[in-house]
């Protein structure tokens, strides 16, 4: 993994290289264009202020920023590879803003692989998506990129990502900014995202800052940080999630929560408060000691699950402030149809593990799974190669 230094000297470079980027006309890749096309085997960077496609079966390098502006489209069609350059001294990661569209729409047996050549966790930035549904924090500015995201417009659409599969990302821009494998900021439900795989990265697998996208047959596999995050006013739904961290001995590295929700750091009750609806999980940690929490449950979120197995965690379900607590108390949030191999654990001791049971949710101590390929064996949406 690359050093903490050369990731702050890299970020310097890019920033100084980002005005040229800019200045130019559509500097989309070195090789020519065919048509809106790019051709086999370019080198993507800079910005696209146009339709730009990616076509079918190519493979591309990455090199530093790649940007949609407002009003362009970057179309991926099926079978695509994206592979970004580890040793070229420049941060790489593809940035859509409000307005602009990535519509990367691949196949179960062809799908889009975007990846790195180092092949480790943290090579590369992944895939920044903005929006303008609402937050709870109003506007806001992408963590990488420092990008607008969020609005009022909760049907907004920034295009359709399905059967895409993100490796090895997680780049570290510096302590405070790590890059997930796809980032959702304000995306709007007119957005469509299914089959999608965060792979090995370094920070969390998917993660959304406020907004109203739904997600459904969605996987995360051996993410260090966690599988799944939302801050800031999440209210969209996701079907069919899987998250699963390899065992430590073979993997090399603890990984962090299956969830980790938040309505908002600051003020627990901002609004629009985040409240998902989710649906058949099967999540898979681990980390059994007592500090590993699965669904970690804190700062106001709000939430529904319906149907879902939990194991491998010190604890499979924490809940962590009085607000969230309060929620399932009043029966605003839910937690039913659940299985889990250990109690769950109440901070504030407002909705208990005895509530927990009472909704009819089940502890089963005996509740694993000892394979990736287990969970692949309940699932049939997950047939194909597009999850690796």
């Known amino acids: 993994m690359k050093s903490l230094n050369w990731k702050l000297c890299s970020l310097a470079l890019a920033a100084g290289m980002s005005f040229f980027t800019s200045c130019s006309d559509d500097n989309n890749g070195t090789g020519g264009e065919n048509g809106n096309g790019i051709e086999n085997g370019a080198t993507l960077k800079g910005t696209i202020t146009s339709d730009v496609t990616l076509k079918a079966g190519n493979s591309y390098k990455l090199s530093g920023e790649y940007i949609v502006e407002n009003g362009a489209t970057l179309i991926i069609e099926e079978g695509v590879t994206i592979t970004a350059i580890g040793d070229d001294d420049i941060v790489d990661y593809i940035l859509v803003k409000q307005g602009g569209k990535i519509n990367a729409v691949g196949t179960a047996d062809k799908p889009i692989v975007m990846t790195s050549d180092l092949k480790e966790p943290g090579a590369w930035g992944g895939i920044h998506i903005c929006g303008k549904a609402q937050t709870n924090v109003g506007s806001g500015v992408s963590e990488i990129g420092d990008a607008a995201y969020g609005g009022n417009d909760d049907a907004d659409n920034s295009g359709t990502l399905r059967y895409v599969r993100v490796e090895y990302s997680g780049y570290a821009f510096n302590p405070e900014k790590e890059a997930n494998g796809i980032t959702f900021y304000g995306v709007g439900n007119g957005t469509t995202v299914d089959h999608?795989?965060?792979?090995?990265?370094?920070?969390?697998?998917?993660?959304?800052?406020?907004?109203?996208?739904?997600?459904?047959?969605?996987?995360?596999?051996?993410?260090?940080?966690?599988?799944?995050?939302?801050?800031?006013?999440?209210?969209?739904?996701?079907?069919?999630?899987?998250?699963?961290?390899e065992p430590k001995a073979t993997l090399g590295y603890d990984c962090d929560c299956l969830i980790e929700a938040d309505n908002y750091e600051n003020d627990f009750t901002a609004t629009p408060i985040a409240h998902p609806t989710l649906k058949n999980l099967i999540f898979v940690g681990n980390g059994s000691t007592e500090?590993?929490?699965?669904?970690?449950?804190?700062?106001?979120?709000?939430?529904?699950?319906d149907g879902a197995k939990v194991c491998g965690k010190g604890n499979a379900v924490t809940l962590e402030s009085e607000e969230t607590e309060n929620a399932l108390l009043a029966g605003t949030s839910k937690l039913k149809n659940m299985t889990v191999d250990s109690k769950l654990k109440s901070e504030k001791g407002i909705y208990t593990h005895e509530a927990f049971v009472a909704a009819g949710n089940t502890v089963d101590t005996s509740l694993a799974y000892d394979s990736f390929e287990a969970i692949k064996a309940e699932c049939d949406w997950m047939s194909g190669n597009w999850v690796k």
Do not use: H, P
């Not at 459904?216 to 940080?225: F, K």
């Open 196 to 245: 999608c795989e965060a792979y090995k990265g370094s920070d969390d697998g998917f993660e959304f800052f406020g907004g109203t996208v739904n997600i459904s047959n969605m996987v995360v596999v051996s993410c260090s940080d966690d599988s799944y995050d939302w801050t800031e006013g999440w209210r969209g739904t996701g079907t069919n999630l899987v998250a699963y961290q």
């Open 291 to 305: 500090n590993k929490r699965g669904i970690r449950l804190r700062r106001g979120t709000q939430v529904t699950i």
